[in-house]
């Protein structure tokens, strides 16, 4: 398995280029091309100003959450990175089923590829939230070093879940349609659309501490939103937590490998 995960490394350039193919071909017939990878998450934000300005103002402790659509934008641009990423891995060993069926070909290089391109949409959402924290006056320069720190411990854990959903579609296609799904409830049980404090009286906050995704959105939320130091604990648990998961589903990816050429 370490000699395989070795020679991922030595595919850099394989999974560089054909980052660079899927990124180009997203925006191909496209007027505006890569620019959508900076307007849709500035309407997006814009939307959700209006929204939450206008047609549902926040009240009682989610009024303490100002500018809301801000706090929503936060997290929402991390989830948009991991949850798209899950989806699609989903189905990336049958779209790619002739690259698959090459005898020399590394199939773990889809998985990251998948990862990969839905990284660089997500660093180009990133100066639209930056523009935002500063027109709004957030202090999030004291802690910003942490940010790249947070970037790879979810890119680790995003990793670590596509290889094993890619692996694992290739012989359950209902994949796909559950993860959907789950992802709507995981969506909801991330605090994302509302601050953690309002679950801390709840019986199901054990759920939230559980939760991966909840200790990486409130570290992204503290250093850009509130602009203070996040759990250092928790998120050092969390990076131990991704490399580990990161190697047992690299090893389950291993393991079945042999397998897609005949069942993709």
């Given at each position: ?43 997006l ?18 009024d ?5 659509a ?34 020399l ?34 202090p ?18 995003t ?57 990486i959105v ?13 759990s ?14 990161f ?18």
């Amino acid at each position: 398995m370490f000699e395989n995960l070795k020679n991922a490394y030595n595919y850099r350039a394989l999974i560089q280029s054909l980052v660079v193919r899927e990124l180009k071909a997203r925006y191909r017939g496209s007027v505006l091309g890569f620019f959508w990878s900076f307007l849709n998450p500035l309407l997006l934000l814009l939307v959700y100003t209006v929204v939450f300005t206008f047609f549902l103002p926040q009240r009682g402790a989610m009024d303490e959450i100002q500018p809301y659509a801000l706090f929503l934008f936060t997290g929402l641009l991390p989830w948009t990175w991991f949850s798209t990423s899950l989806l699609e891995s989903a189905s990336v060993m049958s779209v790619n089923a002739n690259l698959i069926q090459k005898i020399l070909f590394p199939a773990e290089v889809l998985p990251f590829v998948n990862v990969f391109t839905n990284l660089c949409h997500f660093v180009l959402g990133l100066p639209i939230l930056f523009a935002f924290l500063i027109i709004f006056s957030k202090p999030f320069l004291p802690y910003l070093f942490l940010f790249p720190l947070i970037m790879l411990i979810q890119m680790i854990f995003t990793l670590a879940l596509t290889l094993l959903i890619s692996s694992l579609s290739v012989h359950f296609r209902d994949i796909r349609d559950i993860l959907a799904n789950l992802l709507t409830l995981w969506f909801f049980t991330t605090p994302i659309i509302y601050p953690i404090q309002i679950m801390d009286n709840s019986k199901l906050r054990f759920l939230f501490d559980l939760n991966p995704m909840t200790h990486i959105v409130l570290a992204y939320q503290d250093v850009l939103y509130h602009g203070r130091l996040p759990s250092m604990l928790k998120l050092s648990c969390m990076a131990l937590f991704s490399i580990i998961a990161f190697l047992i589903c690299y090893a389950i990816f291993d393991r079945l490998r042999d397998t897609f050429a005949e069942e993709v």
